[in-house]
């Protein structure tokens, strides 16, 4: 038996080197993030839309555009406001990414708290979150794209809707917050979906008055949405062209949900043990609706691993909450103070296993690797400066940076010419043409080119235009041809 005097600083000293280990995995994501250097296709593609947002340009083109806007309109303005005090949308985007990142933490740390769990395991499963996330998804940490924003949103809805127990004021906030949150990224309907459900089994006054305020909510969303932006706005985003594939979950999946299974099995434990208390039922439904909902998003041509973020949060929750359920049913030998912390050790097992690869990386990547690519890239925005006139970017965070218009959106063009909602003759004629003066890609197209455009535009791409120069960092570069 640990003496009582002792448990206070083992207790300290397990949430600092907690804290330690998800300090080592957070460097590399959130230094990366200071350097002018694209961390992933959707940033310079945040960036023009926030630009868009209190510019002269439309935040919803017509779906016959060369780019597309299929993301609703909060994050941008967000991002906009805060660009405008940094100079920078990019870096204002990190930022926010960032802040939204800890404060999805905070959340999680108080929804564990009012469900029940002391001090100790809540702060634990807050730290349980940023580790994980950092671990093994960490390429949203930092990254200019609304998703963490979104969810930061939802989770402060969360703890509005325990917060208040049931008044009605309270339920009528969680519902704009929620909403708030759909309006910042769409793809955001777990939560939501599973709180109706729960209200409907266990409060069925409150859900009457939770689906009239949300329908009521939603219906002048839409009409202030409507007049903003007209039918552009719900063409873009609910009926943009993306194609889907059916297997393409079953693949991704079980390397996605793999690192997940002790949390997964906590939820259920939690679900079986204590399957009484309501509001684990609702933390259950929670993960039964992300983990359904997820693995139908997945299928969805380019969509990454942010489809499961709100399973990960669903279990990450549950699974602090088991540790309370556990502690108060420990019986025989056990004390709940060893359980507590044997527990937190079982759990916090899959982040530990990443520290080694962190620190070998922070030390390569963070130390040496990123200053160096800086300046590639910077020499690539440069280049792509000095070149008048509209210029094609794969990656829109270098024409971004290089002061240049948004001229086309590869991935959602892709889309739409695949579905034949463009023509391919639309984007061949400025081709043709010599519309662009310079176009950067990535190559992996089945010309080397794009993997984002069909095969005749990159056909049409390659006939036009030739090399002018590739980059480590940014792919090749393509000028008109003189002759053709």
């Not at 929620?178 to 979906?193: C, E, Y």
């Not at 949300?214 to 706005?233: D, E, Q």
């Not at 709940?336 to 912390?341: E, K, P």
């Not at 056909?459 to 041809?481: N, T």
Request: glycine share 8%; hydrophobic share 55%.
């Amino acid at each position: 038996m640990i003496p009582l005097s002792y448990q206070p600083h083992i207790r300290a000293a397990a949430l600092i080197i907690a804290s330690l280990v998800t300090v080592i995995l957070l460097a590399q994501p959130i230094i990366s993030s200071t350097f002018i250097i694209p961390k992933g296709f959707n940033e310079g593609w945040n960036a023009f839309y926030a630009s868009h947002a209190f510019g002269e340009e439309s935040l919803y083109p017509e779906i016959t555009e060369l780019n597309s806007n299929n993301y609703p309109p909060v994050s941008f303005y967000v991002v906009a406001g805060l660009g405008s005090l940094i100079g920078d949308n990019i870096f204002a985007g990190r930022l926010l990414s960032i802040f939204s990142f800890f404060l999805i933490a905070i959340s999680i740390v108080t929804i564990v708290r009012l469900l029940g769990g002391d001090a100790f395991v809540s702060l634990f499963s807050g730290l349980l979150f940023l580790g994980y996330m950092a671990a093994y998804h960490r390429a949203y940490v930092g990254a200019n794209d609304p998703q963490l924003l979104a969810h930061a949103i939802m989770m402060a809805g969360l703890v509005l809707f325990l917060f208040g127990r049931g008044k009605r004021f309270y339920l009528f906030l969680t519902a704009l917050l929620m909403l708030t949150a759909g309006m910042a990224k769409h793809n955001l309907i777990a939560l939501p979906i599973a709180l109706t459900i729960w209200l409907f089994l266990y409060a069925r006054k409150d859900f009457r008055f939770w689906l009239v305020s949300s329908v009521l909510l939603l219906a002048a969303a839409s009409v202030v949405l409507y007049i903003a932006y007209g039918m552009p706005f719900f063409v873009g985003v609910l009926m943009a062209p993306r194609g889907y594939e059916i297997g393409y979950p079953a693949r991704v999946l079980p390397d996605w949900i793999a690192p997940l299974q002790l949390y997964l099995t906590a939820a259920f434990l939690l679900v079986l043990v204590r399957h009484d208390r309501s509001e684990n039922i609702l933390i259950g439904l929670y993960v039964v609706v992300a983990g359904i909902s997820g693995m139908l998003i997945s299928g969805g041509v380019g969509v990454g691993y942010n489809a499961i973020f709100d399973l990960i949060i669903a279990v990450i929750i549950a699974s602090g909450l088991l540790i309370g359920t556990l502690v108060q049913q420990c019986q025989g030998r056990w004390s709940r103070f060893s359980l507590t912390h044997v527990a937190i050790l079982i759990l916090f097992l899959p982040i530990l296993l990443k520290v080694p690869l962190a620190v070998v990386e922070l030390k390569s990547g963070a130390i040496r690797r990123l200053p160096e690519s800086e300046l590639l890239v910077a020499k690539d925005v440069n280049f792509i400066a000095k070149h008048e006139g509209p210029v094609m970017c794969e990656d829109l965070a270098l024409c971004y940076w290089a002061g240049k218009k948004f001229e086309v959106d590869f991935f959602n063009l892709g889309q739409k010419l695949k579905a034949g909602v463009v023509s391919e003759a639309v984007i061949t004629a400025r081709l043709d043409s010599h519309y662009f003066s310079l176009i950067q890609a990535y190559g992996g197209g089945s010309k080397g080119i794009t993997h984002r455009l069909p095969e005749k535009v990159n056909d049409a791409i390659l006939e036009r235009y030739e090399v002018s120069h590739s980059s480590q960092e940014s792919g090749v570069f393509l000028v008109p041809k003189s002759i053709y």
